[in-house]
């Protein structure tokens, strides 16, 4: 049902799904639960996905990304490197690859320097860089509308 819900991205149907669940299986379902944060993000519900996510107990990489997809998607730029950092602090999981992308997408934004340097190191770190283009022109744009060009990868690949 979940599956469904989320290749139809029907947001109603996603709420009626979301006010059905009982309390227990967003607390002691992870697998449910960390899908059900993606298929609300997927239907364009950012602040029910939050709830479910704040409910959690076990959050996985999935849900993680799916909640910074979601923030930026709607130009929430600061939750989304907010919640980045948390998960920094709280876990030892990477977003994916795309959320990545996300982030860089929300430090262009907010034209915040710093935190995409950061991300910059993280992704390189993780040879990222070389493997993921989308992530490569990312970098570039973000460098470029923050006004430092000329410290953007010279090459994605």
């Known amino acids: 049902m979940l599956e469904t819900c989320r290749k139809s991205r029907d947001r109603a149907q996603a709420l009626q ?13 992870a697998k449910i639960t960390n899908q059900l944060v993606s298929v609300l993000v997927d239907a364009r519900s950012i602040q029910h ?3 479910v996510f704040d409910r959690l107990s076990h959050r996985d990489a999935s849900a993680w990304s799916s ?3 979601g923030y930026v ?15 920094q602090k709280e876990t030892s999981l990477h977003p994916s ?30 040879g990222l860089l070389k493997a993921n283009l ?17 410290k953007a990868p010279r090459s994605p690949s």
């Open 97 to 126: 690859d795309y959320a990545f992308v996300c982030l860089l997408k929300a430090c262009t934004g907010l034209k915040d320097l710093e935190m995409g340097s950061e991300l910059h190191e993280t992704i390189a770190s993780e």
């Open 134 to 150: 989308y992530i490569g022109s990312a970098l570039i744009e973000m460098y470029a509308k923050c006004g430092s060009l000329s």
């Open 67 to 69: 909640l910074i997809i």
């Open 73 to 87: 998607r709607h130009e929430e730029w600061q939750h989304a490197l907010t919640l980045y950092q948390s998960m």
């Open 17 to 29: 799904l979301y006010a059905c669940m009982p309390v227990c299986v967003v607390t002691d379902h």
């Open 49 to 51: 996905a939050r709830h």
